[in-house]
């Protein structure tokens, strides 16, 4: 099965941006569905997007629409997340997950996870 490796997490000014990236390997990325999530502290792990094996299909959730957008790069076999306009209610540990062929958006559905990047906003 796939391995998953996030990076680009960082302390980060409210309204700021920041760009998350996924690295796969270990498997053929194209078979895998992804998505980011994220724990704040005392609260449950909680969808924020997925992207098909194709990459057209992307819901979001409510909370980052029109903020973040979720990306896949198959030929570099990654995963992106651009957060824009960031707030402190998205501090969170964020985490990328791939599960085989679907794209559900509750994170218990997927059982291969990354180790997860901290994301910070100061206000």
């Known amino acids: 099965q796939v391995q998953l490796v996030e990076s680009g997490g960082g302390l980060v000014q409210a309204w700021g941006s920041l760009t998350l990236s996924c690295a796969a390997s270990?498997?053929?990325?194209?078979?895998?569905?992804m998505g980011w999530f994220r724990q704040a502290p005392g609260k449950e792990r909680e969808f924020v997007a997925v992207?098909?094996?194709?990459?057209?299909?992307?819901p979001y959730a409510d909370s980052v629409k029109g903020r973040f957008t979720i990306s896949r790069d198959t030929a570099k076999t990654t995963m992106y997340l651009q957060l824009n306009n960031l707030i402190p209610g998205d501090t969170a540990v964020y985490y990328c997950?791939?599960?085989?062929?679907?794209?559900?958006?509750?994170?218990?559905?997927?059982?291969?996870w990354g180790q997860g990047t901290q994301v910070p906003v100061s206000s």
């Open positions: 997950a791939a599960k085989l062929l679907l794209a559900p958006t509750c994170p218990i559905e997927y059982n291969i």
């Open positions: 270990g498997d053929t990325f194209s078979n895998y569905a």
């Open positions: 992207i098909s094996q194709s990459g057209d299909v992307t």
